[in-house]
T-cell receptor
Framework: GQNIDQPTEMTATEGAIVQINCTYQ??????LFWYQQHAGEAPTFLSY??LDGLEEKGRFSSFLSRSKGYSYLLLKELQMKDSASYLC??????????WGAGTKLIIKP | ETGVTQTPRHLVMGMTNKKSLKCEQH?????MYWYKQSAKKPLELMFV???????ENNSVPSRFSPECPNSSHLFLHLHTLQPEDSALYLC?????????????FGPGTRLTVT
C-alpha cells in the first residue's frame, strides 16, 4: 500500500530552527508538496519538490531525496505564527495525491 | 470574494436530516475536489471533478452525493449520515486534475452528526 509518515507533533522555541521529516512509499512519484494548516483554517501551499535537492523560499526550505523516499521542511527564525500543522503529500504515478496525517508544530516563547 | 469559499462553516445535523455543503472557487480553475479531514488522520479524497466531469469516487458511501453544475461551483449533498461522518469537509481546486498543479483549499465545513 501507499504510505506517508511524518511525526505527529513537534515542539520548538521561538527564534530557533526546526526540521519536519516526511518519508514516503508510493506507487511512482510525480512530486512532493508541503502545506501549512492553522487550526480551523484551510491548508495553504508552501512548497513543491520534484527533483532532488533543496528549495528555499524565505524562512522555509524543503528538501527531497527520491532515492531515499524522504523529504524535510526546514523552518528558520521561528515565529509564534508558525504554530500550525504541516502536511506532506506525494503525487503517485497516477497523479493522485497521497497525504500524510500532518505534524502539529507547537512554538514556545 | 477571492480564492475558495465554503458554506456553511459549521453544520450540526441529525441522522435523518438532508443538508448540502457548498463550495465556490474564484480562481478560474477547472478541477474541484472534496476531502474529508478527521483528527490525526490523513486527508481522505472523496470526489474529483475535472472540467465538470466526475473522474474520481473513492468508494464513498452513497449517503454522500456530489454535484458540479459548472467549473466554479461544487456541492456535497448529505442524507442519513452516521455519527462517524462527523469531520471537517474541505473543498479544493486546481488548474487541472491529475497534473502537478498545487491545490487551493477552502476553509472547510465542520460537520457534526448527532
Amino acid at each position: 500500500g501507499q504510505n506517508i509518515d511524518q511525526p505527529t507533533e513537534m515542539t520548538a522555541t521561538e527564534g530557533a530552527i526546526v526540521q519536519i521529516n516526511c518519508t514516503y512509499q508510493t506507487s511512482g512519484f510525480n512530486g512532493l508538496f508541503w502545506y501549512q494548516q492553522h487550526a480551523g483554517e484551510a491548508p495553504t501551499f508552501l512548497s513543491y519538490n520534484v527533483l532532488d535537492g533543496l528549495e528555499e523560499k524565505g524562512r522555509f526550505s524543503s528538501f527531497l531525496s527520491r532515492s531515499k523516499g524522504y523529504s524535510y521542511l526546514l523552518l528558520k527564525e521561528l515565529q509564534m505564527k508558525d504554530s500550525a500543522s504541516y502536511l506532506c503529500a506525494v503525487r503517485d504515478s497516477n497523479y493522485q495525491l497521497i497525504w500524510g496525517a500532518g505534524t502539529k508544530l507547537i512554538i514556545k516563547p | 470574494e477571492t480564492g475558495v469559499t465554503q458554506t456553511p462553516r459549521h453544520l450540526v445535523m441529525g441522522m435523518t436530516n438532508k443538508k448540502s455543503l457548498k463550495c465556490e472557487q474564484h480562481l478560474g480553475h477547472n478541477a474541484m475536489y472534496w476531502y474529508k479531514q478527521s483528527a490525526k488522520k490523513p486527508l481522505e479524497l472523496m470526489f474529483v471533478y475535472n472540467f465538470k466531469e466526475q473522474t474520481e469516487n473513492n468508494s464513498v458511501p452513497s449517503r454522500f452525493s456530489p454535484e458540479c453544475p459548472n467549473s466554479s461551483h461544487l456541492f456535497l449533498h448529505l442524507h442519513t449520515l452516521q455519527p462517524e461522518d462527523s469531520a471537517l469537509y474541505l473543498c479544493a481546486s486546481s488548474q487541472v486534475a491529475e497534473t502537478t498543479y498545487e491545490q487551493y483549499f477552502g476553509p472547510g465545513t465542520r460537520l457534526t452528526v448527532t
